[in-house]
């Protein structure tokens, strides 16, 4: 009889550190988002009153969930004040409605900068010599569990939902993307059979879109998506939430995957624009790949 006690004394200590945090969990997510948290996305998240109430619900419980799971750290003297933390983690949580999620597993820290922020970066010049550098940034998503924002462009985003950029999502965009492996435009889908018709819609918009920034052309999307696949998945993730009516006119088959990776219609939380916005450029000859 002792030795069961024994052996069941050990079993529970060995499973306590797994046990513990999903108890803690469970009781955090029983506690509904306080009334104080909740205006604060009434007052950043534009289209959350426009939302309905069942994915209001789910916004609540996934920034419950967020900020219980993940740690804001000020930087240059800044004090992350409780309507920071609620607006970054509305905004992120935006990305994760009516879909199965741990509410970014691989994350841990936000650093939150005032405003811009420098980052060393090295650059390689001609002969591939490597030089030092340094480059402002708005924000910038690590695949080592931290993202990094300015406070500054996080409310100035939240301000305006209809420009199309919006650091917040962006950032937590490449979260989604990295949750495959590494950041490459291609986020995890769950069937994979879906990343065929994935690849060949994004490659085809991501090529439109190098040749339109290499003539300077406008599109609806920013330019900067023709950076690199990972950043092209990004800022149509912008787009997608803040100029959807724009983006499924002239960009059907991407909001169209769109709609079938975040699970939601953003056109539903917003009012139409009131004229056609301006054609874009007739789209180039398709290069194939990424």
Known sequence: MEALIWIGLTALLIAAPFLYPRWRLRRV?????PAAAEAVLQRNIPVYQRMSPDL?????????????????VGCEG???????????????????????SKVYPALHTILVYPSEFVAQRAE???????????????????????VVLSWDNV??????????????LHEFAHQLDSESGRANGAPYLGNPASYSEWSEVLSR?????????????QTVMDPYGATNPAEFFAVATETFFEKP????????????????????????WMTPPPAPAPPEPAPYAYLPGW
């Open 124 to 146: 390689v010049g001609p002969g591939g010599v490597v030089t030092p550098g340094r480059q402002s940034m708005l924000g910038e998503s690590w695949d080592d569990g931290r």
């Open 245 to 268: 009516y724009q983006m499924a006119g002239h960009h059907p088959a991407l909001y169209a995957e769109f709609l079938k990776y975040y699970r939601v219609d953003p056109r539903e």
């Open 78 to 100: 800044l004090a992350v004040s409780d309507e920071m933390a609620v607006t970054i983690a509305g905004q992120a949580c935006l990305l994760l409605l009516n879909r199965p």
């Open 205 to 217: 918009d991501y090529q439109n879109l190098r040749l339109h920034a290499m003539y300077r052309q």
């Open 56 to 72: 209001q619900q789910q916004l609540r419980r996934l920034v419950v969930q967020f900020l219980h799971q993940k740690k804001f």
């Open 29 to 33: 997510l029983a506690r509904p988002l």
């Open 155 to 168: 409310r100035r985003g939240a301000a305006d939902w209809t420009d199309g950029h919006n650091v917040v």
